[in-house]
T-cell receptor, first 118, second 111 residues
């Protein structure tokens, strides 16, 4: 069964305290991505990764870092969180797809991480 | 102009009716288009994708794409109360790298 796991699912922290949200997929897909979802703004892409050691900025990368040392894991790092990073975060993978010359046939979002920065 | 525009709704339809959800996009180079359903408090789930002009049908869902008009729609036939959710449209950009989401249309199907 396709699965994306995120940890933690809920986190309340304070400004400036570094944190990492982990993301792991079990389907061996190359493409992974992080999104944040805010009321009225919808889902916005933070970073994406086309493959191991290949990452690039999405639309709202400021204040975030990612790494892709192995295919299945794609952690999101907030070096110095601020209150404007309070949001619902989703990790996702995409399999197949026209971006790799084939039809996209699989895409799966993790359950989400609700982050509050005080 | 927003990159992806959707009417926020709510769109209210009675059970059994056809729900029509619309989306316009600004990137003329977009090649793939995705529709997601998101229940309140849950993660989005992919329900349809389309990349050729015309219609694509999958069960009760039909996606329609018109690249010349930069318009993509989703039709839900025989709407059920369980279809009540927010529907997100997301074109993939020209380089097949980034998904840009609309803010979604909330659909309410009444019994």
């Amino acid at each position: 069964e396709a699965q994306v796991t995120q940890n933690p699912r809920y986190l309340i922290t304070v400004t400036g305290k570094k944190l990492t949200v982990t993301c792991s997929q079990n389907m061996n897909h190359e493409y992974m991505s992080w999104y944040r979802q805010d009321p009225g703004l919808g889902l916005r892409q933070i970073y994406y990764s086309m493959n191991v050691e290949v990452t690039d900025k999405g639309d709202v990368p400021e204040g975030y870092k990612v790494s892709r040392k192995e295919k299945r894991n794609f952690p999101l790092i907030l070096e110095s969180p601020s209150p404007n990073q309070t949001s619902l975060y989703f990790c996702a993978y995409m399999g197949g797809g026209l971006l790799f010359g084939e039809e996209v046939n699989e895409q799966f979002f993790g359950p989400g991480t609700r982050l509050t920065v005080l | 102009q927003k990159e992806v525009e959707q009417n926020s709704g709510p769109l209210s339809v009675p059970e059994g009716a056809i729900a029509s959800l619309n989306c316009t996009y600004s990137d003329r180079g977009s090649q793939s288009f995705f529709w997601y359903r998101q229940y309140s408090g849950k993660s989005p789930e992919l329900i349809m994708f389309i990349y050729s002009n015309g219609d694509k049908e999958d069960g009760r869902f039909t996606a329609q794409l018109n690249k010349a008009s930069q318009y993509v729609s989703l039709l839900i036939r025989d709407s059920q109360p369980s279809d009540s959710a927010t529907y997100l449209c997301a074109p993939m950009n020209t380089g097949f790298q980034k998904l840009v989401f609309g803010t979604g249309t909330r659909l309410l199907v009444s019994p």
